[in-house]
């Protein structure tokens, strides 16, 4: 079975940084693409960053376009998202998805598998 697991989140200021983990399992090949969407109270689920990591190919909402930036370590099994210079508006629970296929799409229906979240929080 796909398995996801997102780790990492927390308090922290305005203009702070965070790391996030997802090690994933289960996958049946080694084509797939991993992501990070967020959901804040009382809004939709959206994109954030996803990655091919067969291929390493990055994509990213325009939002944290220059502050956030994803990476895979394909021995480990595992995407990280580091976020930095963080605002008050990126507070949500961020959920780890993953998809068969290296499409790397922010288009959230497009993923099949999805981990628990883990809460970031932004004070200003």
Same mark, same amino acid.
């Given at each position: #079975?796909? !398995?996801? !697991? ?7 200021? /305005?203009?702070?940084?965070?790391? =996030? ?6 996958? &049946?090949? /080694?084509?797939?693409?991993?992501? $990070?969407?967020? *959901?804040? &109270?009382? +809004? ?10 067969? #291929?390493? +190919? ?16 394909? /021995? +480990?099994? %595992?995407?990280?998202? *580091?976020?930095?210079? =963080? +605002?008050?508006?990126? %507070? ?6 993953? !998809? ?5 799409? =922010? ?6 598998? $999805?981990?628990?979240? %883990? !809460? ?5």
């Amino acid at each position: #079975d796909v !398995q996801l !697991q997102a780790s990492g989140g927390g308090l922290v200021q /305005a203009g702070g940084s965070l790391r =996030l983990s997802c090690v994933y399992s289960g996958f &049946p090949t /080694a084509y797939n693409t991993i992501g $990070w969407f967020r *959901q804040a &109270p009382g +809004k939709e689920r959206e994109g954030v960053s996803v990655i091919s990591v067969s #291929d390493g +190919k990055t994509n990213y909402a325009d939002s944290v376009k220059g502050r956030f930036t994803i990476s895979s370590d394909n /021995a +480990k099994n %595992t995407v990280y998202l *580091q976020m930095n210079n =963080l +605002k008050p508006e990126d %507070t949500a629970v961020y959920h780890c998805a993953g !998809q068969v296929g290296s499409y790397y799409t =922010l288009v959230r229906e497009w993923y099949g598998y $999805w981990g628990q979240g %883990t !809460q970031v929080t932004v004070s200003s």
